[in-house]
């Protein structure tokens, strides 16, 4: 390895070792932070985020990208050198788009925003977050612009989070989930009353959810010597290193899902961390390929797995076992009941078939906005339509409509399309995983999940974000992402719970 | 204020930004990070501390000192603006001193010395952690030498947790020390027997003791709104911010005392952190005097006010609610058994009189070593026999003798002295708060401790590190450190308690 080569290392290794400290601080402040440490931490994390968009901008990291790139024309696209110098190359080229002074004004317009927020969503009152997000949205267009698009503004806002993909595309994969899930909805909708899920409204000890989802997740593979979990208001995955992944859940006495599914969610993101081959630590290889193949993560284990009737075959019994109350319900009966489907005003509550309307929603509400062609004011009647439109449903308060997410108060624009494409690719990672391994269902229901474990790791995991989720599906499918896996999936697991 | 003065305030800002960071990488490597992260949680540490070292001596920051200088030649000493360039030109002017070739021998010196000095004091094999400890006292010593000094080589090194204290100054308050502490351990080792704490020798339930010690500091003002505590193995406290101040204790089933007294002294610390005036934050100004003046605090309220008499009085009645099993147990009898002497091995462990033997011998020997009239490979020798010379026990093994601390392996040296001038501080302020308040006494009968909390703050807390721990002590008591009140309270304490 050149001189270069390792000077460009020892640069993104400092930047990386910064990037963690600003994780830990804000995972601090969503679990163990007291209230008063609020306004100091924020100006902490600023400070580090401003000095590693500063360090991974700077001439000196230009300069070894151009002299690398020549000395490692010709090298292995597949080798650490190559793709560590491509990946940083893309998100150099991102960065040093977007001025200095814009990026200070979206930091501190965001951190002002999401107090904002949060004080607007305590009190559903949409009009103090108005003036915040007016200009946040005003401030990401800039961004936009800055780092400009050939067909639509919001591919430039797409490409952060999801690398080349482009709007188009999503929307063109939006239209077939649509036809599929649409008439879907509508089919359980004549159907309701079909599922029963009344046994899941009980009092469940809060110590032994608790329990009950540590033993889970960790047999399905998370390392507990490489990471813990904690509780938050806002569940949410993070690591500041392979070796170290925080998950977070939450825990409501009165409902034993939440914690549960959202245990298994996070720790599929936190099993995709901890799988990412420690050759790429300290890089900016050392990532998910993006956020929808994180998704895909998540949402596989969550879902095609954690909700099948396969898995409970197998858990149900030891589920009895931590809660006596359960003892009388029928493997059936528990299928049905957590795979209940109705419309509902909260995303992250959302079942698995309609969560995807709640994504189209806010994907078409974030291009209006940022194309000009809908006003920050008009927002909370244009979603309380749309939630009518899509869902059947009209919010009785801003609390439960526009202002539920945290995503827009820090600036992400962009990033709800991610939650959809990685349904659809948890259902094409599934699929291939079965087709090569076609006893990973019989498996599953005997508790075992090292085999699906393996072939993610192998597959997408380990090679962290060497290739663009593009190139990364191709390589593990053989094709482009697509929706016929995920509808097929669904329409025959919701055709057999509601009997169709 | 001047542009150069906002300039840096703003270099400053930065700094105090990533040291906090950097404090709460090592708070959580200390109380919730898994062991899988460890590794790149040492280069996180080093990688935000070189930067903090690059910022603070950075040629800006000196001539920014040397026109402030100027700007504010006759502005008031005690101001904001005159404490801010004054303190900052001290660490500045030390910190440049030291090569930083040598400081970042130190900081990798010392991550590898405090693995080994971990694995040696496992296995209480001293040979483990000697070549370490060499490289260390090799370092120290050419750290001292860079920082220069006037009478003796520790002076260098002391001036760092003690600014402007020397070590003849230590030495004279240690032999006054001697002389009235050696004779008392000796009257009391007469009197072996003459107290018995076997009713603390029972179990106790960990979480009635979490929810006690949490009582009990509530009640002397630790606000929980600004700060929190957690466990560890080796207690500590941190501050992020003043309001972000983080306790840790330890809990022992068959030992009421470490987690009790533990929390109280962790708490005297930080309500310390707390005081200090906001004004001062994310300043060098925003941390305590020194670490003598912050032991006073931590010291005062464990063993002046926390192991008292009339502390007591309202507190047992409470403990017993908790520990029923401690009913028969009379006010006195508790009293003399959280007092009673007896020479130990272990430092942190020791009783209030002979804690500061364990210090005497350490300073003396961290004197030898530096001057070089004592070889590393000596140590645990030299060691055991001063413990048989001070306390008349010799250690069985070196993980209870030369391994059992943790300061040398960080490269601590120069640290252990202020321990016991703590002790001094404690009874001075402590005797100057009564004078004021001569009611203090009686309060804390009735639970009452927000008097002396209030006099702490007003007198010590609020000023932070604007004053040297001379001018401070000058300021707070009207005269210099000395040992009569500390030897005093000490003295006549003990003759009641065992009778002589």
Known sequence: ???????????????????????????????????????????????????????FTSDEIGRLLDDLEKELAGADYDSFEASLVRVTRREYTRLRKIPAELVARLAKATALGHMA?????????????????????????????????????????????????????????????????????????????????AFLRQEFDEDKQWEFGIEVITRLGFDFQRGRQDTAAHPFTTSFSTGDVRLTTRLFRNNLLPALFGSIHEAGHGMYEQGIDRSLERTP???????????????????IVGRSRGFWAFWLPRLQEYFPQLEGVSLDAFYRAINRVEPSFIRVEADEVTYNLHIFL???????????????????????????????IRPGNDAEGVLQDVHWSGGMIGYFPTYSLGNLLAAQFYNRAVADHPDIPAQIEKGEFGTLLQWMREKIHKEGAKYTPTELVERVTGGPMRTEPFLTYIREKYAQIYGF
Not at 367 to 382: F, I, Q, S, T
Request: hydrophobic letters at 40%; proline letters at 3%.
């Open 117 to 197: 927020w949060e004080k607007a969503r305590e009190t559903s009152d949409f009009a103090v977050f108005q003036p915040h997000l007016e200009e946040i949205v005003d401030l990401t267009v800039q961004k936009a612009e800055a780092l400009g698009y050939q067909d639509r503004i919001y591919d430039a806002l797409l490409d952060e989070f999801e690398p080349e993909m482009k709007t188009a595309q999503v929307e063109a994969l939006f239209e077939e989930m649509k036809e599929g899930l649409i008439p879907l909805v509508r089919a359980i909708a004549d159907r309701q009353g079909a599922v029963d899920d």
């Open 1 to 55: 390895m050149s001189d270069k080569f390792r000077r460009l290392q020892t640069l993104l290794g400092e930047i990386a070792d910064f990037s963690a400290a600003s994780s830990l601080l804000h995972w601090d402040q969503q679990t163990y932070m007291p209230p008063g440490g609020a306004e100091a931490r924020a100006m902490q994390i600023s400070t580090l985020q401003k000095t590693v968009h500063q360090r």
């Open 362 to 392: 806010r994907f078409e509400v974030e291009n209006l906005l940022v194309e000009g062609k809908v006003r920050v004011a008009d927002l909370p009647e244009l979603w309380n339509a749309k939630m009518e439109e899509y869902l059947g």
């Open 285 to 303: 290889l050392c990532n998910g390929a993006s956020l929808s193949v994180h998704e895909s993560q998540s949402r596989m284990w969550e879902n």
